[in-house]
C-alpha cells in the first residue's frame, strides 16, 4: 500500500516541476493522466486490446506508452500529439480526452515534468491511490495556479454537500447530477459518501476543464461507457443537452459566482423561467443556475447550491425570482458559511438547500463565524470539525439552537419583503460583560503612569529655562 506521505510528496514534486506546463491550460494533468493510465494498463499485462478494455476501459498501443513517446519526445515533441491522436483512434468513446491542444507542448523546451514523470512508477498505486495521487494534485493546485481551478470546491466545502445531500437519500438507485461539474471531484465526493448505488452526471462549458473531468472520472475507475454518456461539454444554462424532462434525484452545484451570462428576452418563453416572469440581471446568473436546476430536479428531488451571500437580499429581478421560490416554499434552508469558504475569494458565502416538495418553514443556520484561517491560502477559511459537526446536526434534525439556527415561516419572511439576510432571522449580538473592577484598576494604573509623565516633563522644561519652556509649563500646569 502506498502511504499518504508518498502520494503528497509526489503531488508536491508535480507541482515544482510543472510551473511551464501550467501556462498552456490543463496540459500538467494531462501528462500525469497519459502516466498513470500507461502504468495500470502494463500493471494488468494484457494480451490484446480486447483484454484491456474489459479490465480497465481503454487500450494504449505498446509503443505509445508514456516512456515511450517521452523517450521520443526528447527531440520532437510532435510526438505527444501523435500519441494522443493515436490515442483517440483507439479510443472512440474517450476521443476528446486528449485533443490538439497538447500540440503546444512543442513550445515547452523545459522537459523536467516528462523527466520526473518518466521516473515515477505508478504500476503499483490502486485506483484508490492514484485517485488520491489526482485528488492531492487538484487542492494543492488551487494555491500554486488560482487561475485554473478557481471555481472548483476545496475538499471540505464538497465534503459538506455531499454529506447534507446524503441526509436526504432513500435506499435504491440514486440519480446525482451537477450542471457546473468542472474537475469532476464533486460528483466523485458525492459517490464516496453515498450508500446507495448511484448514478452520476455531469456538464461543464470549459473544454480544458472538461477533458480534465473525464481523465479525473476515468483515474477513479468510473466505466468508460458512463463517462461518455453521462458526461458532456456544454453551457447548462442553454439547456441544450439534457431535456427539460430531464430528472435527477440528487444536484449539486457551486456555480462561478455572479458569472455574465446572456439573458436573453426570449428565454421568458422557456418554461424555467416563464412562470416567474423575469430573468436574472445579466451580470449575475446565480438564479438562473438554481432555476435551470430546479427544471430537473425529481418530484423528491434534493439540490444544494452555493451562492455569494448577496444573493440573499439583491434587489429588483433578483428579489421578483426570491418572492418566487418562496412563495413556492422551494426553499429548505439557508445556511451561512465562514468568509472565504469557496478558494480565493474573501467573499461570504451561502449554502442554499431547496426541494421540490414543499417546506413549511426555512431553517436558517448561521456557521459564518465557525471558521479557522488556512495557514496557506489566507483568503480560505476552514470550518472547525465542530462547526462541520453542528451544521449536519443542526440541518438533519432541523434543530432552533439560540444565536445559531431558527426555522422561519414564510410569514415572517414576507414581513422582511423576501429578503434572506441572516441577521434579519437570527440575533447574533451578545453584550460584552465589563469587569468593572478591573476597569477601574486599569484607569487608576494609567493616571499615574501619566502624573509621573508630566512631572517629567516640567522638571525637563526647567532645566531648558527658556521663555517657551517657561510658556510650556504654564500650560501643562493649566491643564491639570
Not at 208 to 233: A, P, Q, W, Y
Not at 322 to 341: C, T
Request: hydrophobic share 35%.
Amino acid at each position: 500500500m502506498i502511504s499518504k506521505e508518498k502520494i503528497d510528496q509526489i503531488s508536491k514534486d508535480i507541482l515544482e516541476k510543472s510551473s511551464v506546463t501550467f501556462e498552456n491550460g490543463s496540459t500538467v494533468f494531462g501528462l500525469l493522466a497519459y502516466k498513470i493510465l500507461s502504468d495500470r494498463q502494463k500493471a494488468i499485462k494484457p494480451v490484446d486490446e480486447n483484454e484491456s478494455k474489459d479490465k480497465i476501459g481503454y487500450y494504449i498501443e505498446p509503443n505509445y506508452l508514456f516512456e515511450k513517446v517521452a523517450q521520443r519526445a526528447r527531440t520532437n515533441s510532435e510526438k505527444w500529439y501523435e500519441a494522443f491522436q493515436k490515442f483517440a483512434v483507439t479510443n472512440p468513446l474517450l476521443s476528446d480526452m486528449f485533443t490538439s491542444e497538447y500540440t503546444r507542448l512543442g513550445e515547452i523546451k523545459d522537459k523536467s515534468l516528462e523527466d520526473y514523470l518518466t521516473t515515477c512508477d505508478f504500476t503499483r498505486f490502486s485506483v484508490t491511490e492514484s485517485s488520491l495521487l489526482i485528488d492531492e494534485l487538484l487542492e494543492n493546485c488551487f494555491s500554486d495556479h488560482k487561475m485554473m481551478y478557481l471555481w472548483d470546491a476545496p475538499k471540505q466545502m464538497r465534503e459538506l454537500i455531499a454529506d447534507i445531500l446524503n441526509s436526504e437519500v432513500k435506499t435504491g438507485k440514486v440519480s446525482i447530477f451537477d450542471p457546473v461539474a468542472m474537475s469532476g471531484s464533486l460528483l466523485l465526493t458525492m459517490k464516496e459518501k453515498f450508500q446507495s448505488i448511484v448514478e452520476l452526471y455531469g456538464e461543464e462549458f470549459s473544454p480544458d476543464i472538461f477533458r480534465l473531468s473525464k481523465m479525473n472520472m476515468l483515474i477513479h475507475g468510473m466505466d468508460t461507457r458512463t463517462i461518455h454518456s453521462n458526461f458532456v461539454e456544454g453551457d447548462f444554462l442553454t439547456n441544450k443537452h439534457f431535456e427539460g424532462n430531464s430528472k435527477f434525484d440528487i444536484i449539486p452545484m457551486t456555480p462561478p459566482f455572479s458569472r455574465y451570462w446572456d439573458a436573453n428576452p426570449e428565454l421568458l418563453n422557456d418554461p424555467c423561467f416563464s412562470e416567474v416572469g423575469v430573468l436574472p440581471p445579466k451580470s449575475k446568473a446565480d438564479y438562473a443556475y438554481v432555476l435551470r436546476g430546479l427544471q430537473h430536479l425529481s418530484e423528491d428531488g434534493t439540490m444544494a447550491v452555493m451562492l455569494p451571500t448577496g444573493a440573499l437580499f439583491r434587489s429588483a429581478a433578483e428579489g421578483e425570482i426570491r418572492k418566487y421560490l418562496l412563495e413556492k416554499q422551494k426553499i429548505h434552508a439557508v445556511i451561512a458559511l465562514p468568509q472565504g469558504a469557496r478558494n480565493f475569494t474573501g467573499i461570504y458565502t451561502v449554502l442554499l438547500v431547496f426541494k421540490q416538495k414543499k417546506s413549511d418553514k426555512v431553517l436558517f443556520i448561521d456557521a459564518s463565524r465557525d471558521g479557522v484561517k488556512n495557514a496557506t491560502r489566507l483568503k480560505q477559511n476552514f470550518l472547525t470539525e465542530a462547526g462541520f459537526n453542528k451544521i449536519l446536526h443542526t440541518y438533519r434534525n432541523r434543530e432552533e439552537v439560540d444565536r445559531y439556527s431558527r426555522l422561519v415561516s414564510l410569514d415572517e419572511i414576507r414581513e422582511n419583503d423576501y429578503n434572506l439576510n441572516i441577521p434579519r432571522y437570527i440575533d447574533t449580538f451578545s453584550e460584552k460583560k465589563i469587569d468593572v473592577e478591573a476597569t477601574m484598576s486599569s484607569l487608576s494604573a494609567k493616571q499615574k503612569v501619566i502624573e509621573t509623565s508630566k512631572k517629567e516633563m516640567i522638571e525637563f522644561l526647567r532645566n531648558l529655562d527658556t521663555p517657551e519652556a517657561r510658556q510650556a509649563i504654564k500650560a501643562v500646569s493649566i491643564s491639570e
